[in-house]
């Protein structure tokens, strides 16, 4: 089971032996509501099969269709939901995706994922991540404004002091509370320094092993987790380790304020809101960094917010960047090798929507996307496209 990551999209828009099989579904974090999560995945993944019945041959999808049936009777995975699931599977390809927003109800056979509500969680401009350091672990989380989870840690990353620095600590007779990363008490709570124990008051000590610390943590998550995912990185510590991160961090990702707090000593919701007021400022620079670009570029056709010419440029490799209106849907079909677009009232939008083939299109050709919101977006048509040339 997987965050979706930006890497995530590479994997699912390659192109694959059909049928690709591809199901959404809403869910829900606590009980009673996420007694029906499993039931309506049931029902979904009959669909499903209904659908391979009608052009495969059953044997030949018994193999793909038993890690789809695992997962209905897992009890485990249904009673620690998020508030979105996908989950997609080809004969060489299985993922299971826990989404931090609701997506609504498919079950789609195709020759290719369906890959648009994942599409409009990952491009999403509000989505961050956060590093938490105290004397006991770190751990990582991915947020937005409205919600934060924990991430499983990839294989390599370090999780304690003792993990990154083993038997090598300057001083092996010092106590874990000697490096202050927060104790969870009234000084920590308030981001004072620690107090130092341990033979001798071994400050320095102290200080190297930190450092050498920070270290181990800081290139394996930029590694495994910033540069996959290219979300940016808050830290939340308390005050005296924020310069010291800092100072060793080779992190891109990692932004000049964090939460100075020993994350420990709050609930998970004061953390997200505290993360949001670190992002904020940030998200509403970035959108209008991106709207600025797109006004010079259409001044000097690089850029157009024609649908029709944004597809034609899309086809071709020639979209940068695109902005995409969040919510907004434009049923129609669009041909992927000639660029040309067609309005279809009877098209399904949640499947045959043009703004997110054209995004779709452009992140396949090595362009850029990012969904706005509605009051943010510089158009009234749902799109603006940034030319290379």
């Given at each position: 089971?997987?965050?979706?990551?930006?890497?995530?999209?590479?994997?699912?828009?390659?192109?694959?032996?059909?049928?690709?099989?591809?199901?959404?579904?809403p869910?829900?974090?606590?009980?009673?509501?996420?007694?029906?999560?499993?039931?309506?995945?049931?029902?979904?993944?009959?669909?499903i099969?209904e659908?391979?019945?009608?052009?495969?041959?059953?044997?030949?999808?018994?193999?793909?269709?038993?890690?789809?049936?695992a997962?209905?009777?897992?009890?485990?995975?249904?009673?620690?939901?998020?508030?979105?699931?996908?989950?997609l599977?080809?004969?060489?390809?299985?993922?299971?995706?826990?989404?931090?927003?609701?997506?609504?109800?498919?079950a789609?056979?195709?020759?290719?994922?369906?890959?648009?509500?994942?599409l409009?969680?990952?491009?999403?401009?509000?989505?961050?991540?956060?590093?938490?350091?105290?004397?006991d672990?770190?751990?990582?989380?991915?947020?937005?404004?409205?919600?934060?989870?924990?991430?499983?840690?990839?294989?390599g990353?370090?999780?304690?002091?003792?993990?990154a620095?083993?038997?090598?600590?300057?001083?092996?007779?010092?106590?874990?509370?000697?490096y202050?990363?927060?104790?969870?008490?009234?000084?920590?709570?308030?981001?004072e320094?620690?107090m130092?124990?341990?033979?001798?008051?071994?400050?320095d000590?102290?200080?190297?092993?930190r450092?050498?610390?920070?270290r181990?943590?800081?290139?394996?998550?930029?590694?495994?987790?910033?540069?996959?995912?290219?979300?940016?990185l808050?830290?939340?510590?308390?005050?005296?380790?924020h310069?010291?991160?800092?100072?060793?961090?080779?992190?891109?990702?990692?932004?000049?304020?964090?939460?100075?707090?020993?994350?420990?000593?709050?609930?998970?919701?004061?953390?997200?809101?505290?993360?949001?007021?670190?992002?904020?400022?940030?998200?509403?620079?970035?959108?209008?960094?991106?709207?600025?670009?797109?006004g010079?570029?259409?001044?000097?056709?690089?850029?157009?917010?024609?649908?029709?010419?944004?597809?034609?440029?899309?086809?071709?490799?020639?979209?940068?960047?695109?902005?995409?209106?969040?919510?907004?849907?434009?049923?129609?079909?669009?041909?992927?090798?000639?660029?040309?677009?067609?309005?279809?009232?009877?098209?399904?939008?949640?499947?045959?929507?043009?703004?997110?083939?054209l995004?779709?299109?452009?992140?396949?050709?090595?362009?850029?996307?990012?969904?706005?919101?509605?009051?943010?977006?510089?158009?009234?048509?749902?799109?603006?496209?940034?030319?290379?040339?």
């Amino acid at each position: 089971m997987d965050e979706p990551v930006n890497d995530s999209l590479k994997e699912i828009l390659a192109r694959r032996e059909p049928p690709c099989l591809s199901l959404y579904q809403p869910t829900h974090r606590t009980y009673p509501e996420n007694r029906q999560d499993a039931i309506r995945y049931g029902n979904l993944l009959k669909k499903i099969e209904e659908s391979l019945q009608q052009h495969h041959a059953a044997r030949d999808m018994a193999p793909l269709l038993k890690r789809f049936r695992a997962l209905a009777d897992d009890v485990d995975f249904w009673n620690y939901t998020l508030d979105g699931l996908a989950v997609l599977g080809a004969r060489d390809f299985f993922k299971i995706f826990r989404l931090q927003r609701p997506v609504p109800e498919l079950a789609i056979v195709a020759d290719s994922f369906h890959a648009k509500p994942l599409l409009r969680i990952l491009q999403s401009a509000e989505r961050y991540q956060m590093l938490a350091v105290t004397q006991d672990e770190i751990k990582l989380y991915q947020g937005t404004r409205d919600a934060l989870d924990e991430v499983d840690l990839a294989d390599g990353v370090p999780r304690t002091l003792t993990d990154a620095l083993g038997e090598e600590l300057t001083d092996p007779r010092l106590t874990a509370s000697s490096y202050g990363m927060g104790s969870g008490g009234p000084s920590a709570s308030r981001g004072e320094p620690g107090m130092y124990h341990g033979h001798g008051g071994k400050k320095d000590e102290v200080d190297i092993d930190r450092e050498r610390f920070f270290r181990a943590v800081d290139r394996p998550i930029l590694e495994h987790h910033s540069r996959p995912s290219g979300l940016p990185l808050i830290l939340a510590a308390l005050t005296e380790h924020h310069a010291a991160f800092h100072k060793v961090s080779h992190n891109p990702f990692l932004m000049a304020d964090g939460i100075r707090i020993n994350p420990d000593a709050v609930t998970l919701d004061e953390l997200r809101a505290r993360a949001w007021r670190v992002v904020e400022p940030e998200y509403h620079a970035r959108l209008a960094r991106l709207v600025e670009e797109f006004g010079s570029a259409r001044a000097h056709d690089l850029g157009s917010d024609d649908l029709a010419a944004a597809a034609k440029a899309a086809a071709t490799g020639k979209v940068a960047k695109l902005l995409v209106e969040a919510g907004r849907q434009i049923a129609g079909r669009f041909d992927r090798a000639t660029g040309d677009i067609a309005r279809d009232r009877l098209a399904d939008p949640e499947v045959d929507d043009l703004l997110d083939d054209l995004a779709e299109t452009t992140l396949a050709m090595g362009g850029e996307v990012v969904v706005v919101p509605p009051d943010k977006m510089p158009t009234t048509t749902g799109v603006a496209a940034i030319y290379r040339y």
